[in-house]
């Protein structure tokens, strides 16, 4: 059965920081990218960071290189810390995964995800 279990969000002043965790069962986890997404009030989701697994291979948007680190840790299981928050990186965050290797960039469109974490850095 697959299953997302995501957990780590919450409300941090600016230059704050946090963790999100994303525990994902139910795939063949090797055979996957799994990354973490976002999206603001009246704006797009857009892509944060993910990572491909077979390989370890990880991309970032350029609004949070330097900032976040992305990592695969034990029982399948994904980790986003995230350093330095600004206002800009309040948004519901959400794990999602998606069949296949990609290694440049996260994939166009995923074909799983969890519910989402509310991330809100605020003075």
């Known amino acids: 059965q697959l299953r997302f279990l995501e957990s780590g969000g919450g409300s941090v002043p600016p230059g704050g920081s946090l963790e999100l965790s994303c525990a994902v069962s139910?795939?063949?986890?090797?055979?996957?990218?799994i990354g973490w997404f976002r999206q603001a009030p009246g704006k797009e989701r857009e892509a944060v960071s993910c990572?491909?697994?077979?390989?370890?291979?990880t991309n970032y948007a350029d609004s949070v290189k330097g900032r976040f680190t992305i990592a695969a840790g034990a029982k399948n299981t994904i980790y986003l810390r995230m350093s330095d928050l600004s206002p800009e990186d309040t948004a519901v965050y959400s794990c999602?995964?998606?069949?296949?290797?990609?290694?440049?960039?996260?994939?166009?469109?995923?074909?799983?995800w969890g519910k989402g974490a509310q991330v809100t850095v605020s003075s």
């Open positions: 999602r995964a998606r069949r296949g290797s990609y290694f440049a960039a996260c994939p166009p469109t995923m074909d799983y």
């Open positions: 139910g795939i063949p986890w090797d055979f996957y990218t």
């Open positions: 990572i491909e697994n077979s390989a370890g291979t």
